[in-house]
Each structure stands twice: as C-alpha cells, then as structure tokens.
C-alpha cells in the first residue's frame, strides 16, 4: 500500500511557476507508475502528466508540453511536477496518484494524495 501527500501548491500570477511535491510511504513506490492529474471547479478529473518506475517513459498532455516537467527519485520516495509559463487555465486541485499500469485513466490509478490547489491569476 502507498500513501501519497501533495505539497507546493498556491497562488502564483500567470507566467510564473511553482514546484508540486508527492511523498510517498511505503516501500513499493518503485513499482509505480506515477502521475498527476488536476480537477478545475466544475470539471472532471484530468490527466497532467505520469512517469514509469524507471523513469525511462513520460507522459504529458499537450496543454502542458513543453511547460510541465514531471521527475521523481525512488531512492525519497519523492514525485515532482515542475509547472512554468502558468497561464489561469492551469488553475486546479492537483492531486498525485500511483498506478501499475501505462494509463491515462483515472480508474486505472489505486493511490491518492488528498490533493493541493494551485491558483493562477490573470
């Protein structure tokens, strides 16, 4: 089992940046994939960005290509979601989930953080 706390979120004015944190407890992290998604107010959960457990394979929308850059150090227990050029549309509860499958999909990911809101100001 995994356990999954999110930090680093705030608000930020469009064109900036901010730097997500997921820790992780236990001792299988390494065996996940691991992603971010975000939900914006009124909206379904969408997929950001996810990293294989090598980190060999990554996976982005194109909304953030570019722009987002997901990392993460096995040896912490440590994911991380480097976000610049912010633009008001980025704003969302960013949440970090695990997964042992290549997916996009939200159901497809065991594991959840409680989520951080990242607010970004025209």
């Known amino acids: 089992q995994v356990q999954l706390v999110e930090s680093g979120g705030g608000l930020v004015q469009a064109g900036g940046s901010l730097r997500l944190s997921c820790a992780a407890s236990g001792r299988t992290f390494s065996s996940y994939r691991m992603a971010w998604f975000r939900q914006g107010p009124g909206e379904d959960r969408e997929f950001v960005a996810s990293?294989?457990?090598?980190?060999?394979?990554?996976d982005y929308i194109d909304s953030v290509k570019g722009r987002f850059t997901i990392s993460r150090d096995n040896a912490k227990n440590m994911v991380t979601l480097e976000m610049s050029s912010l633009k008001p549309e980025d704003t969302a509860i960013y949440y970090c989930?695990?997964?042992?499958?290549?997916?996009?999909?939200?159901?497809?990911?065991?594991?959840w953080g409680q989520g951080t809101q990242v607010t970004v100001s025209s």
């Open positions: 989930a695990a997964s042992g499958s290549i997916t996009r999909r939200s159901s497809a990911y065991s594991y």
């Open positions: 990293i294989s457990q090598n980190s060999y394979n990554l």
